[in-house]
């Protein structure tokens, strides 16, 4: 589970940056209820992934401290209150239902885009963040 963090924090950031694309893209090339269905998805997504972080962050350094938390009891207000964001904003903004959910699930692309980027890398690079391998000799293998 070491590997959990930067993990976490990578899909957070790639939402970020896919966010920010299909926002851009949404707002130069759509009509405006499309344009905010999409915006108004990423935000809660881009929210919803930052609050889970947080509290993923405090339930494992609760728990690898031998400290009972309350970051799993804040599970249920936090999905309460994104249900409850979500059905307002779908009852009450000027939004496209199809648009905002796009946007919504572009937190299953980061995931997807980080679990190819991990599965692409090598053991020695998942031991140690951010080490890239060097070139191996194979002449050290053959004496003589």
Known sequence: MANSGPSIQRIERLNYAIGAVVVAVGALTQPR?????LAV???????????????????TRDAASGRGGNAPLLMLPKMIGLMGAVGLAIVFLPINVVAF???????????????TFN??????????????PGPTNSD???HG
Do not use: Q
């Not at 209820?33 to 269905?37: E, H, K, M, V």
């Not at 998805?41 to 881009?46: E, H, M, N, R, Y």
């Not at 959910?101 to 679990?115: E, K, W």
């Open 33 to 37: 209820s499309i344009a905010l269905g």
């Open 41 to 59: 998805g990423v935000a809660l997504t881009c929210a919803n992934f930052f609050v889970l972080r947080k509290l993923v962050v405090k339930w």
């Open 101 to 115: 959910t796009i946007g919504y699930s572009i937190f299953f692309v980061s995931i997807i885009i980080d679990t």
């Open 119 to 132: 599965a692409l890398r090598t053991p020695d690079e998942r031991s140690i963040p951010g080490a890239t």
């Open 140 to 142: 050290e293998h053959h």
